[in-house]
């Protein structure tokens, strides 16, 4: 079984700061995904990022990029330039390839983006 | 954009009633699942299917059920409800490439 822990509960940070989330995983499988969700307050869960264990490219989508280390199993999430909408609920999440499983989530972190 | 609709936003039900939540989604997903957030659990998985009238259970199916007639379509049935079970439920949908799961909106669940 795998396990995704989440070290930070809540994080705040000012408007226009760059934030990191951390992400600590543990498996033994070699083929996986990881992924970054957002919860905004409206609870509708919106993936942010997707990374592929077999790349070793971190991922990048607009002001978002990860650090994926994977001899660490560690999936960062980078916030580039905050905005009051990055106000949400940020998950961690993990799924082995080759299979119709479902993804194994972090408790989450509750990031706060102060104007 | 891939669309997932849950049947209800918020339901409140009663304790030993028999509790059906739908959901559909219009991408031709073959996979399906159901989840439940608890504050401070995060999500967990309740069961999920891979196609029409497959199920497999996740991590916490007891006093769940569901079924899959059509492809499009996945319920959750609480055999009767307990209060234990009022949580917010998430079901999500997913291709056999990419492994991404879109969600849909949630239902939260309150039973009294």
């Known amino acids: 079984a795998q396990t995704v822990t989440q070290s930070q509960p809540e994080m705040s940070v000012q408007e226009a700061e760059t934030v990191t989330l951390s992400c600590t995983y543990d498996?033994?499988?070699?083929?996986?995904?990881l992924f970054w969700y957002k919860q905004p307050p409206s609870r509708q869960m919106i993936l942010v990022i997707r990374?592929?264990?077999?790349?070793?490219q971190n991922a990048t989508e607009n002001r978002f990029s990860v650090n994926f280390q994977k001899a660490a199993k560690s999936f960062s999430l980078k916030i580039s330039d905050s905005q009051l909408g990055d106000t949400a609920m940020y998950f961690c999440?993990?799924?082995?390839?080759?299979?119709?499983?479902?993804?194994?989530f972090g408790k989450g972190t509750h990031l706060i983006i102060q104007p | 954009d891939v669309k997932v609709t849950q049947s209800s936003r918020y339901l409140v039900k009663r304790t030993g009633e028999k509790v059906f939540l739908e959901c559909v989604q219009d991408?031709?997903?073959?996979?399906m699942f159901w989840y439940r957030q608890d504050p401070g659990l995060g999500l967990r998985l309740i069961y999920f299917?891979?196609?029409?009238?497959?199920?497999e259970k996740g991590d916490i199916p007891e006093g769940y059920s569901v079924s899959r007639e059509k492809k499009e379509r996945f319920s959750l049935i609480l055999e009767s409800a307990s209060t234990n079970q009022t949580s917010m439920y998430l079901c999500?949908?997913?291709?056999?490439?990419?492994?991404?799961?879109?969600f849909g909106p949630g239902t939260r669940l309150t039973v009294t």
């Open positions: 991408m031709d997903h073959e996979n």
């Open positions: 999500a949908s997913s291709s056999g490439q990419g492994w991404e799961q879109y």
């Open positions: 498996t033994s499988e070699n083929n996986y995904y």
């Open positions: 990374q592929e264990a077999y790349k070793q």
């Open positions: 299917s891979y196609d029409v009238k497959m199920k």
């Open positions: 999440a993990f799924i082995r390839g080759g299979g119709a499983d479902g993804l194994t």
